[in-house]
């Protein structure tokens, strides 16, 4: 049953880095266009 819960919960872990990544990613192009366009 923990085993259980502790392999949902690293799932879900990873499901958010990979979001956090794509955020940092998104975050991090429209910074550079925003600095190229203001530079």
Same mark, same amino acid.
């Not at 990873?14 to 975050?27: D, E, H, N, P, V």
């Not at 192009?29 to 203001?38: A, D, K, L, M, P």
């Given at each position: 049953?923990?085993? $259980?819960?502790?392999?949902?919960? &690293?799932?879900?872990?990873?499901?958010?880095?990979?979001?956090?990544?794509?955020?940092?990613?998104?975050? &991090?192009?429209? $910074?550079?266009?925003?600095?190229?366009?203001?530079?």
């Amino acid at each position: 049953m923990t085993r $259980f819960a502790h392999n949902r919960d &690293s799932r879900n872990d990873r499901k958010r880095s990979m979001i956090a990544t794509k955020i940092y990613g998104l975050l &991090s192009r429209t $910074f550079s266009i925003y600095i190229g366009e203001v530079g």
